[in-house]
Structures are given as structure tokens and as C-alpha cells.
């Protein structure tokens, strides 16, 4: 039979199992209860597999009727992976966006941080500066005063002029 199908013996043995053994279990049940209750029965059960359909013989479990509904409803469940896929991509690439964001900006507030500080720095020494200035400033109109006194004294006025007028 596998020959005529050009198939392995195994490829073909896991295409029967499932939904046709309990199709083929059910019609040779030795209770009659259990069995088929008609011809037409059977061929609905056949039916429904061909269909992608649960089966009537098979215990219906949730993952069982999940998995023919989403084999009835391929594209649809295609398109919603798809979707899923999509959102979960996109949420993903956003989140890391906004971490990296983030990191962005608090560089960039430690930078703005660091320039005020370097700014309050340069304004303390540029004020430390004036003040080395006019403190340089006060001491040299001394040294003139003291000079140019000095210049009086021994009645050098041109030199006290001279002085006076730095």
C-alpha cells in the first residue's frame, strides 16, 4: 500500500493513527451501545475528518478541538500569529527605543550637570581672580604713594608728579 502511495510504511502508519483509529474503534466496538448507531453516522464521523472536523469517536479534549479548529481555520490563525508577531516585534524595538531614550537623556542631564559645575568653577576663579587684581591694584597705589613721598622728601618734585600719575 505504501508503494502505491509512494510513501514509507511509517509516513504512512502516522497519517492513519489519531482521528481514523478512533473512527475504525468505534465501528468495531463489541458493545453495541459503543458502536456507530447507523451508517450515516459513520459517515459523518468520515466526514469530519476529511473536513478537519472533531470527530464523534474521539474523547474531546480542549487542545484536540483546539487543534482542528485552528486546522479548519488556517489562514485565520496564520493571519493572527502574524499580527501577534507584529505587535510583539514592535513592542519590543519601542521598549528598547525608550530604554536607550532614557539612558540618552540622563547623559545628557549628568553632561548639563557637569558644564553648570564647570561654570560655577570658572565664575568662583574669575572672581577669585578680580579680587587678586584689585588687591594687586591697592598695593601698587601704595608702593606709588610710599615713592612718591619718598620723592617729596628729598624735594624731587618731578619724580613725586611722575608718581602721582600712574
Aim: aromatic share 8%; with cysteine.
Amino acid at each position: 500500500m505504501a508503494q502505491r502511495r509512494q510513501s514509507s510504511p511509517v509516513k504512512l502508519s502516522n497519517l492513519l493513527r489519531g482521528d481514523l483509529d478512533w473512527i475504525v474503534m468505534k465501528a468495531l466496538e463489541k458493545d453495541r451501545t459503543r458502536r456507530y448507531e447507523s451508517a450515516s453516522a459513520f459517515a459523518q464521523d468520515i466526514k469530519r475528518y476529511l473536513g478537519n472536523e472533531a470527530v464523534l469517536a474521539c474523547p474531546p479534549s480542549a487542545g484536540y478541538l483546539l487543534q482542528k479548529l485552528v486546522r479548519r481555520h488556517r489562514l485565520a490563525f496564520a493571519a493572527g500569529a502574524a499580527v501577534a508577531a507584529s505587535l510583539v516585534i514592535g513592542l519590543s524595538v519601542s521598549t528598547w527605543l525608550f530604554f536607550k531614550e532614557k539612558t540618552a537623556r540622563e547623559s545628557s542631564v549628568q553632561a548639563e550637570i557637569k558644564t553648570q559645575l564647570a561654570l560655577g568653577d570658572a565664575k568662583a576663579e574669575r572672581d577669585r581672580a578680580d579680587e587678586e587684581a584689585k588687591r594687586f591694584q591697592r598695593q601698587l597705589y601704595l608702593v606709588h604713594m610710599n615713592l612718591a613721598k619718598r620723592a617729596w622728601d628729598k624735594t624731587d618734585v618731578g619724580r613725586a608728579v611722575e608718581l602721582l600719575d600712574m
